[in-house]
């Protein structure tokens, strides 16, 4: 099946800085990826969709100029989290869209754990 | 997407036949159904994808009934790796829609 990276796999950083996770679809282009936030023991929550060459769709209540998304080529997009605060702690996943050989679903990546101290 | 509804978690023995429900009362003719399995701190794996009677694959097997308003994932002779959270989504056009996910069903095999 289509394979989706993400780096770095955990990160801790300290209250105020910004922290850059990059999701990487390696065996397809991927035109769309999407951004998941998850809490411990809970789902996961849609932040936001990436287009390759376009801006990002955000979900409701996320805000835009704290989770800066970029999607520069068919198989990187990158979600950087800016002054970043404890309360931003949690489990970033992402998955791409592979649209090729007759499919057409969402591969997700391993996931990216951010501890703000 | 349809709302989907599944029990919170389930228990099962190694070596037994796992089948976990999922009722989506709401779907629509377009839409599919595809099963989601999630491990703790990784993302989720898709599992199976279906759209009426069954379908089934190394990993498992989707049983949709004829009025398709629940479906059922099997999961042959579980072992203790199965351990996860398994989530049912429903939809039409699963590349380019925004999935939302449920609570999904937590599934814990014991030795």
């Known amino acids: 099946g289509a394979v989706v990276s993400q780096h770095p796999s955990w990160v801790i950083c300290k209250s105020g800085t910004s922290v850059k996770i990059e999701c990487r679809s390696l065996d397809f282009q991927a035109t769309t990826m999407f951004w998941y936030r998850q809490f411990p023991k809970q789902s996961l929550m849609l932040m936001a969709t990436s287009n390759e060459g376009s801006k990002a769709t955000y979900e409701q209540g996320v805000e835009k100029d704290k989770f800066l998304i970029n999607h520069a080529s068919l198989t990187l997009s990158t979600l950087t989290v800016t002054s970043a605060h404890p309360e931003d702690s949690s489990f970033y996943i992402c998955?791409?869209?592979?649209?090729?050989?007759?499919?057409?679903?969402?591969?997700f990546g391993p996931g990216t754990r951010l501890t703000v101290l | 997407l349809a709302k989907t509804t599944q029990p919170i978690s389930m228990d099962s023995y190694e070596g037994q036949e796992v089948n976990i429900t999922c009722s989506h009362n709401n779907i629509a003719t377009n839409d599919y159904i595809t099963w989601y399995q999630q491990f703790p701190s990784q993302g989720p794996r898709f599992i199976i994808q279906?759209?009426?009677t069954k379908v089934t694959n190394e990993v498992a097997s989707l049983f949709i009934p004829a009025d398709r308003k629940s479906s059922t994932l099997s999961l042959p002779r579980v072992s203790l790796s199965d351990t996860a959270v398994y989530y049912c989504l429903v939809g039409a056009d699963f590349g380019n829609e925004k999935l939302t996910f449920g609570t999904g069903t937590r599934l814990t095999i014991i030795p």
């Open positions: 279906g759209y009426k």
């Open positions: 998955s791409a869209r592979d649209q090729g050989q007759g499919t057409d679903t969402q591969y």
